[in-house]
């Protein structure tokens, strides 16, 4: 079988630590002909170590290559700009989050690969986390009853991140921020499970004014923060009430990373560690039980079974479960929380996308 020839346009931090170490699984099904990015030292080291024949600091000359699909990879706000070229050259696109700045423009992306029947997978790809297929399966289950209540939070730290080697500017810029770089992870969850937002009320705060990196390659530089840092949001679900943190202002947190409150049973599981065990507690028990949750890698995110299923799309033409659909619709409860925390308002969602997210039968996830 051929296998699918992808072009890696950004190879910082989140490249080499999620996608790249676990790059071993993917080699029956696709390889990687052409790596990209802005410092040519690192380019080519990431090259030679995993035995990639071209590489390149430009991304249009990328895209000219021999190739079928692009993983992009790329700072936040390169994210629109990259994958918009890329489709108009004919080439499928995995996205890492946010797939643009705006639900605008993540529709215009979605027209343009629609209109040249490319696949289009923008994460996260969370929905395909083994715990999270799980926590479906539970929910399916209906042993939990109505959700009524859930709980969320995604934190990244407090900056300068200790062992971070690539230049954290973009994470900090206007229009980034943990809303956008961690809250996706949450809202993506609740949303693909529960259902779409309705309505959203947030508040928001900013911590530092600027810190300055202590060490690696960009140690001494003075990052600006431009955004808020802390975010709270609470939203509407159908019939369940949620609440979600994200911020890069604090440091680590005792609770899970979700929780699931139904009127019969609960459950609390990690977003991002795929080894964790789900917590349950069922109906009529006092003290909540370890499921266990089967995993490929051995801990943290699983970012390259986004990876994977982009290639079965491609292949098989099978939908992206991370479709950009979803990714629309988180975008808009993003821009609703930005408005709300701005005009102290519950704001209602209404005429935007008609998200395709709707919860995917157990069977046709990995």
Aim: some cysteine; charged content about 20%.
């Amino acid at each position: 079988m051929t296998r699918v020839r992808l072009a890696f346009v950004g190879v910082g931090d989140v490249a080499e630590r999620d996608y790249l170490a676990e790059w071993h699984r993917v080699t029956g099904e696709a390889e990687i002909a052409v790596v990209c990015g802005r410092t040519p030292d690192r380019v080519r080291r990431i090259a030679d170590a995993y035995g990639v024949p071209s590489w390149s600091t430009d991304y249009r000359e990328v895209l000219t290559s021999e190739i079928d699909a692009v993983v992009n990879l790329t700072p936040i706000g390169a994210h629109y700009e990259i994958t918009r070229a890329a489709l108009e050259a004919g080439l499928h696109v995995y996205t890492e989050k946010p797939a643009a700045a705006s639900s605008e423009l993540a529709r215009r992306l979605r027209d343009v690969a629609a209109g040249s029947q490319l696949v289009l997978v923008c994460a996260p790809s969370i929905l395909l986390f083994p715990q999270v297929v799980r926590v479906r399966e539970l929910l399916k289950s209906g042993g939990l009853g109505i959700i009524r209540s859930a709980r969320a939070q995604a934190f990244a730290g407090v900056p300068p991140w200790p062992g971070y080697n690539s230049d954290p500017s973009p994470f900090f810029e206007a229009g980034a921020g943990p809303l956008v770089d961690m809250g996706v992870y949450p809202l993506h969850v609740l949303t693909g499970l529960l259902g779409p937002v309705s309505t959203v009320t947030a508040t928001a705060s900013r911590s530092m004014e600027s810190f300055t990196v202590r060490e690696g390659p960009f140690a001494g530089k003075v990052v600006p923060v431009e955004t808020e840092d802390e975010w709270h949001l609470l939203a509407t679900l159908g019939g369940c009430i949620a609440s979600v943190e994200a911020n890069f202002s604090t440091v680590g947190s005792a609770a899970p990373d979700c929780e699931l409150r139904g009127d019969a049973g609960a459950l609390a599981f990690s977003l991002f560690d795929v080894s964790a065990p789900i917590l349950v507690l069922r109906p009529g028990a006092d003290e909540w039980t370890e499921v266990p949750v089967p995993h490929e890698r051995e801990g943290g995110p699983d970012h390259v079974l986004g990876i994977k299923h982009f290639v079965q799309c491609i292949r098989d033409g099978t939908a992206p479960i991370p479709n950009v659909d979803h990714a629309i619709h988180v975008l808009e409860v993003i821009e609703a929380a930005r408005q709300a925390a701005r005009l102290g308002q519950v704001v209602v969602l209404e005429g935007g996308s008609d998200p395709a997210f709707a919860p995917v039968p157990v069977g046709a996830l990995p």
